[in-house]
């Protein structure tokens, strides 16, 4: 009997070791491969002029990236059904919701949006659009937040269920439905659709499409980019992924003249036309030298992490398509599709080390995208004393194990270039799924035919 207490105490005061070291201090958001693994994407180049894709295949992806911007325009009916496009009032009426103060949503919510959706009589109008400003594209036609119960790791802010994606000022789309109170129109682009509010779009008629689509495209290589009229008012922000028409052919030494949609008076997209340094926005596609892309990553490493785009940020999928989209590939929005925009080579089924080795052997850094259920990540190379793969993205957190308690989560919030084994170093993570090795199940080639 008396063993059996100092076994069972023994026990007990080996598990508080382990719950105590794993609540060590740390800096917050920190794990060990952020701290050794330098956060500067020119740091893992070898060839830094090497051009990553041939001429020739940059032209036919750069082709289909334009086919693909403009298609909303050209459509003689929707792309998505009603069944599409109001998937989440049967997703969310059986599911315990809550809003921005943690409390439930009141009984009669998602009735009350269903009669704005107003399902019956979609699709009510046909009409090209454009983004004016960088549009949050929503669920349903709410500016409210809809959570899980946050009272659960990985659920609450910021993982806001009513936001679809982010849609750059400049998106060509089609405007489809319109919601009963009218304040929110229905629109969708080649890769998405939901609801957006009336004032950040406007109505492309004919000849502002003939103007826009007429011109070559420029991109971002950095964000943060203020744009202004020619009387010096603010238009919008360039962003990284995003594309406007460069307004006149002949080049400046060091700007383009770049045309940015505006709403006049009566809804209708007009131009302005904005100056722009060629250090922040270049003509499309970009030369694909790998010192390009690492540039293109820096740019944005360290942003903090956001759900569906929320507050302009960016989350896994959303970072890997906008790092592509400059260079002209055109991918899909979420992380399951990208999965299968491309050649594909599966690592279902491998051990941890057979997965690292594939890697090697076939990836080709800054062209591929690692891919587990719900998360993408851009390998970028090896790490020389290792050979472990080296990879960018945007992450939330670890998966952390609590005792008594279901998994909990090491909130990193950030874009960075860490393993494969982020937060290995943790007594508190939880073994063997908190390792992104262990479910990275694919490889993603977008640029291969």
Not at 127 to 135: D, E, N, R, S
Not at 296 to 305: D, E, H, V
Request: proline share 7%.
């Amino acid at each position: 009997m008396k063993k059996r207490f100092v076994s069972t105490r023994v026990f007990f005061c080996v598990m508080l070791l382990v719950y105590l070291m794993g609540c060590a201090p740390k800096q917050p958001g920190m794990v060990r491969d952020i701290e050794v693994f330098p956060q500067d994407a020119l740091y893992y180049l070898d060839q830094p002029k090497e051009e990553l894709i041939s001429p020739q295949r940059q032209a036919e992806l750069y082709d289909d990236f334009l086919t693909r911007f403009f298609i909303p325009w050209h459509r003689e009916k929707p792309k998505f059904t009603a069944r599409e496009v109001f998937w989440g009032l049967d997703r969310y009426r059986s599911r315990d919701i809550y809003g921005e103060n943690n409390l439930p949503l009141p009984p009669g919510w998602i009735e009350e949006m269903e009669l704005k959706s107003n399902i019956e009589a979609y699709p009510l109008v046909h009409l090209p659009g454009i983004t004016v400003v960088h549009a949050s594209m929503r669920v349903l036609p709410t500016q409210r937040p809809v959570f899980y119960n946050p009272a659960r790791a990985g659920e609450g802010f910021p993982f806001d269920y009513m936001q679809n994606t982010l849609l750059p000022a400049g998106t060509p789309l089609l405007i489809t439905h319109i919601s009963s109170d009218r304040e929110w129109a229905l629109a969708e682009t080649d890769f998405a659709a939901g609801w957006i509010r009336w004032s950040d779009l406007a109505i492309a008629a004919d000849d502002f499409q003939q103007a826009y689509k007429g011109k070559p495209l420029a991109g971002f290589v950095v964000d943060d980019v203020r744009l202004t009229s020619q009387s010096g008012m603010h238009l919008v922000s360039g962003r990284v992924g995003m594309a406007l028409p460069i307004a006149r052919e002949q080049e400046y030494e060091k700007f383009l003249e770049v045309m940015v949609p505006v709403r006049d008076h009566s809804g209708r997209a007009q131009v302005a036309v904005a100056e722009v340094s060629k250090n922040d926005c270049q003509k499309m596609p970009f030369v694909p030298k790998t010192e390009n892309f690492a540039n293109i990553l820096n740019s944005m490493i360290g942003q903090a992490y956001g759900w569906g785009g929320l507050y302009e940020n960016r989350d896994c999928s959303a970072l890997i398509r906008d790092v592509f989209a400059g260079f002209g590939l055109f991918l899909p929005r979420n992380s399951g599709d990208q999965a299968r925009a491309g050649h594909y080579i599966s690592l279902e089924g491998l051990s941890g080390r057979e997965k690292q080795n594939l890697i090697a052997r076939h990836g080709e850094p800054w062209l591929t995208i690692l891919y587990m259920p719900g998360h993408v990540m851009l390998y970028i190379g090896q790490e020389s004393a290792t050979g472990q793969a080296l990879v960018y993205h945007s992450i939330w957190g670890l998966r952390t194990w609590r005792p008594f308690k279901d998994d909990g989560r090491w909130v990193i919030g950030r874009t960075v270039i860490t393993s494969l084994e982020p937060g290995k170093e943790m007594a508190r993570l939880a073994l063997p799924h908190g390792l992104l090795l262990e479910r990275v199940v694919g490889m993603v080639f977008p640029a291969k035919p």
